[in-house]
């Protein structure tokens, strides 16, 4: 059974820097795209960035520079090291896994999903 669990959210304030972490278990991690959503209230989601199995990124313009994406293989785990917070990153992250070898920001290719950690900078 595939499980994704995400971790790190909580209150920020604005500039401030939060560190999620996506757990994996079930699969071959080392060969998964693992990439980050979120859903801000009354909003759709919407793809964060994205780190394919072969290294390669994809960030969205409101996250470049500020957001960086890594993973560790030997512990099945991707992360999200978010700087310079704003209260427009308020919302609720997922990370998802997909076994494709490009990075997509289409949320229905993503096989496996977690249940999502809340984020919220205050201003």
């Known amino acids: 059974q595939v499980q994704l669990v995400e971790s790190g959210g909580g209150l920020v304030q604005a500039g401030g820097s939060l560190r999620l972490s996506c757990a994996t278990s079930?699969?071959?991690?080392?060969?998964?795209?693992m990439s980050w959503f979120r859903q801000a209230p009354g909003k759709e989601r919407e793809f964060v960035a994205g780190?394919?199995?072969?290294?390669?990124?994809y960030y969205k313009d409101f996250v470049k520079g500020r957001f960086t994406l890594s993973r560790d293989n030997a512990k099945n785990t991707a992360y999200l090291q978010m700087n310079s917070l704003k209260p427009e990153d308020t919302a609720v992250y997922y990370c998802?896994?997909?076994?494709?070898?490009?990075?997509?920001?289409?949320?229905?290719?993503?096989?496996?999903w977690g249940q999502g950690t809340q984020v919220t900078v205050s201003s």
């Open positions: 079930g699969l071959t991690f080392s060969r998964y795209t």
């Open positions: 780190l394919s199995w072969s290294g390669n990124t």
């Open positions: 998802a896994a997909w076994a494709g070898i490009t990075i997509t920001p289409v949320g229905n290719e993503y096989a496996y």
